[in-house]
């Protein structure tokens, strides 16, 4: 009746799928556990191969990776069942002894439905505060707020849907690795009619990266996002929107010229135990604007 979907890169699922594996007996239904490593290192596979002798898994290594888009893809495509939740393999659901079956229960009423995501409370590593400073003001809205924008606040980390919707609308293909895919796949949907249902269902985001990488990852994001945004698949985002209105009015030139004057003091401030999220809206506009510039 359901198949569990979990892309791994270089995480330890071994906690996760031993909790899945757990609630999903409880349940009483059919189900399948797919694991797919997209050429991880040596240590997380190693620590990671004892998960195929579980009778619910199916455990494959890939020889090269693929990305985050493709592997969704094809593990959608090696699903037996028509229901599919997709969880990140930096996921936990330990504190959530009914998650599975809060998603159960809207298997007849919505075609894709988003659980959320959280954050702990703490910070673990010092390096990873601006990972968590942004992860918990901006990625954990309300359920009410979620389900106000729900193409907005779609994640992919924690969601279920019906396989022939994914099939009918993959993720799209991405220059970079990281970035917009969601919001790609979120408005496809969305404007081939299905409604996404955001439901109060979280799973914890644990492998938080560094400062320096958040940072690369915004880099990646915005070339990702130009592409969409070249190619009519994203029109809006509080980014582009900006970008846009500046555009317009004539100021990209002077705005770009003031933000590189101050980049230095901007990505010191990203990079400090107290990162301000106005300097990271800052950073991803004077990226954003350098990136569209080299293109035009």
């Known amino acids: 009746m359901i ?8 995480n330890d699922v071994t906690e996760l799928v031993k909790n899945i594996d757990e609630q999903s007996k409880i349940l009483n ?14 240590n997380a596979k190693e ?26 893809n094809l593990m959608a495509e090696k699903a037996t069942y028509d229901t599919l939740i997709f969880l990140d393999s930096d996921s936990q659901i330990s504190g959530n002894t009914n998650f599975l079956k809060n998603y159960i229960k809207l298997i007849e009423s919505f075609s894709i439905v988003n659980g959320g995501r ?32 729900p193409i907005r606040y779609f ?7 019906k396989k022939s919707l994914l099939l ?21 949907v969305s404007k081939a009619g299905n409604q996404i249902k955001h439901l109060d269902n979280p799973v914890e985001h ?37 970008y846009n209105r500046l555009k317009t009015i004539g100021l990209l030139d ?25 300097y990271l809206d800052l950073f991803k506009l004077n990226d954003f604007i350098s990136q569209a510039k080299v293109r035009r």
């Open 3 to 10: 198949s569990i979907l979990i892309p791994v890169y270089n």
């Open 29 to 42: 239904i059919p189900y399948e556990i797919i694991i797919v490593d997209d050429n991880s290192n040596t």
């Open 47 to 72: 620590v990671n191969r004892p998960i195929a002798d579980y009778d619910s898994v199916k455990y494959e290594e890939l020889s090269r990776n693929i990305g985050r888009s493709r592997i969704r």
């Open 118 to 149: 959280i954050y702990a409370q703490k910070i673990k590593k010092k390096e990873t505060i601006l990972h968590h400073t942004y992860g918990r003001i901006k990625e954990c809205p309300s359920v009410e707020k979620r389900n106000k924008f």
């Open 155 to 161: 994640h992919s980390n924690n969601f279920m849907v």
């Open 168 to 188: 009918a609308y993959p993720f799209p293909n991405m220059k970079t690795g990281y970035g917009y895919e969601d919001l790609v796949f979120a408005t496809s």
């Open 206 to 242: 644990n492998d938080l990266i560094s400062s320096k990488q958040f940072l690369l990852n915004v880099q990646s994001a915005n070339t990702n996002l130009l592409d969409f945004y070249h190619a009519d698949l994203i029109q809006e985002t509080p980014l582009l929107n900006t």
């Open 254 to 278: 002077i705005v770009r010229f003031m933000l590189s004057k101050n980049i230095s003091h901007i990505r010191a401030n990203l990079m400090s135990t107290n990162p301000s999220l106005f």
